[in-house]
């Protein structure tokens, strides 16, 4: 399946924003998030109490599109207080990379938790693990934790950016859960120590068999179309998309970014080798 432009701007919300214009753009940026929040529904499924969990990424401390953008912590953190919620933003960078709150600084993520009022850790081995059962997880050597936290939390929040990836093609909504599970797991040989091309996408689809997101979101306001997921694995390319994604079908969500993103990276990146709900991670959700 593919969209063209006209069928996006039916579930995208888009605006016609410069981001050069910084506080302006924040704004409009702020108001596409929760635009395209309320179109997937709203956050009406939140009760005064609840525990939600914001998953953000957090791969590197690069900026946003790199990770996600600070803007969308302060507008869905104010928004699930106003609405009585306790707010807990967290993730963990790469599994060779023991400086997630170093990186939550550099990003500015911790900068806009702190800013909205809500706890902002990194899953890190300070925090409580709990062990998944393995017949869960039938692509990973075990033993696979995940943080406490989350799994008891009430939600949970998928807060993706939109770019590409040189082995899976895209990081989005789904590949993100990867950043919850502990380090010392992902490093484990036969894990995400080598990436497998191919094992990876039913690694990240029995990540979900465990979890599933409340809600996610994919913001590509601004897309990292080449050279992605960091800084360092290419040279990157960043358009102004203007366009952020809502959904509570974390496939679907996933299906119309790689559509966005196609619509904007060269034609030499991973991300056209497949339609959209041909590709790999997608393939491997179907089965979930």
Not at 113 to 137: K, S
Not at 219 to 236: E, H, I, K, M, W
């Amino acid at each position: 399946m593919t969209f063209t432009r006209r069928q996006l701007l039916g579930f995208l919300a888009v605006t016609a924003c410069r981001p050069s214009i910084s506080r302006a753009c924040g704004d409009a940026h702020a108001t596409a998030i929760m635009t395209a929040i309320d179109r997937a529904g709203g956050l009406g499924f939140v009760k005064r109490g609840d525990r939600i969990v914001l998953k953000v990424n957090t791969n590197s401390g690069d900026p946003y599109p790199f990770s996600t953008s600070p803007t969308a912590i302060r507008a869905v953190a104010s928004a699930l207080l106003a609405r009585g919620a306790k707010v807990l933003v967290g993730d963990r960078s790469f599994w060779g990379d023991d400086d997630t709150l170093g990186n939550l600084e550099a990003n500015g993520i911790a900068g806009a938790a702190r800013a909205a009022g809500v706890e902002v850790i990194a899953f890190d081995d300070t925090v409580a693990w709990q062990e998944v059962d393995p017949r869960l997880v039938p692509h990973w050597k075990p033993p696979v934790h995940l943080p406490r936290r989350v799994l008891e939390a009430d939600h949970v929040i998928n807060l993706a950016c939109a770019k590409t990836h040189f082995i899976t093609g895209v990081t989005l909504g789904l590949k993100n859960l990867l950043g919850l599970v502990r380090a010392t797991d992902r490093a484990r040989p036969g894990n995400l120590r080598t990436h497998h091309a191919e094992l990876i996408h039913h690694q990240i689809a029995d990540i979900h068999r465990v979890l599933t997101p409340r809600l996610t979101v994919v913001d590509g306001y601004q897309a990292l179309v080449s050279g992605g997921p960091t800084r360092n694995d290419g040279t990157p390319t960043i358009v102004d998309a203007r366009v952020v994604l809502a959904d509570v079908d974390r496939v679907a969500a996933d299906v119309k970014a790689i559509a966005l993103l196609q619509q904007h990276a060269p034609a030499s990146e991973a991300v056209h080798r497949t339609t959209p709900d041909a590709h790999p991670t997608i393939v491997a959700m179907r089965a979930v």
